[in-house]
């Protein structure tokens, strides 16, 4: 599994987990967005939703989102729907304008980060990601 995020707590979680692939960027979320659909453009299919959580996009800067390791056959058209109606939200929700604090930055990474591993447990629950280890066991480190 591939996670594209601009979240440095799931990048620091998970840089040496076998079966997930980190890949990084420090973009905005409507950045991150975008860039999950150049992926989605090269094949790879959604394996997380792109809101996933009740976090409003104006109420966050960080977003983990999974995708298959490998391009598929074909452009997965529910994909491609799905991360294009997920940018005109978060493009909508631009608009309403909220100033996030810095001191809340962590809390959000951590939401973020809880919300990814949990979406892993699950994905590895329904067919083991080669690597993980037994269902129910969490990788969330206790800082």
Do not use: W
């Amino acid at each position: 599994m591939k996670v594209l995020t601009n979240n440095p707590k799931v990048l620091e979680q998970f840089h040496s987990y076998p079966a997930v692939t980190v890949d990084y960027r420090a973009v905005s979320l409507h950045e991150l967005m975008v860039l999950v659909r150049d992926f989605v453009h090269a094949r790879h299919r959604l394996l997380t939703h792109p809101l996933s959580g009740s976090v409003k996009p104006n109420e966050t800067l960080y977003k983990s989102i999974g995708l298959t390791e490998q391009p598929e056959d074909q452009l997965c058209l529910e994909s491609l729907n799905l991360i294009e109606q997920s940018i005109s939200t978060v493009d909508r929700f631009a608009r309403i304008r909220k100033d996030i604090k810095e001191e809340h930055h962590q809390d959000l990474q951590l939401v973020d980060l809880t919300l990814i591993s949990s979406a892993i447990d699950s994905l590895a629950a329904a067919k083991p990601l080669p690597g993980t280890p037994p269902s129910g066991s969490s990788r969330l480190s206790s800082t």
